[in-house]
């Protein structure tokens, strides 16, 4: 059997949130009892919780939303590329030894180890060039253990409007922190939501053959 890595983070009541966001939470509408065969549960979260793929609605008016674009860029071979600590901009120099060759999907690890428990408001992100780079070389999925492309603070969200300008999708808030650099398969589809933003996803990576 392949191995796999689950490269969703946890999600749950207290799951970090980009601050003003709507925090995971979950009720019980049925519980299993006397006249009563099942628990049912429901959920009221962000679709930018957890491990994500956010929509072109997200950063333009208009523009598709999650449930209408392809799922080709969400499945297929990638490449895991570190570049941990280089924060607060992941630059083009900082993926250099990995580029050769590329697969259609590249997802980078920022983090020794990413924070699950709180929000990073210094969290890193991409340097609009370095996306600028990656689609010139073919590719059409980006990735980034981070909660965001653009850094937390930033009101013209540069790198969003790369993915914009150039269609790359994207997914935010990978858990990377026990996968080495190296090439492998991703699964991480969106769910068909015909009018949202993003949607979380439970994105996998296996290894290849």
Known sequence: MPKLWDISPPVAPGSPVFPGDTPFGLRWAARIGPGCPVNVSTLTLSPHTGAHADAPLHYEDGAEAIGAVSLEPYLGRCRVVHAI??????????LAHALAGLPPRVLVRTYARMPQDRFDEALPAFAPETLEQLADAG??????????????????????????????????NLLLDDVPEGDYELIALPLKLTTACASPVRAVLRELP
């Open 85 to 94: 600590g280089r924060g607060p901009l992941v630059r083009p120099g900082h």
């Open 139 to 172: 590719v059409r999925l980006v990735g980034i253990d981070s909660a965001s492309v653009d850094p937390a603070d930033s009101k013209t969200l540069e790198a969003h409007q790369v993915l914009r300008r150039r269609g790359l999708r994207v997914l935010e």
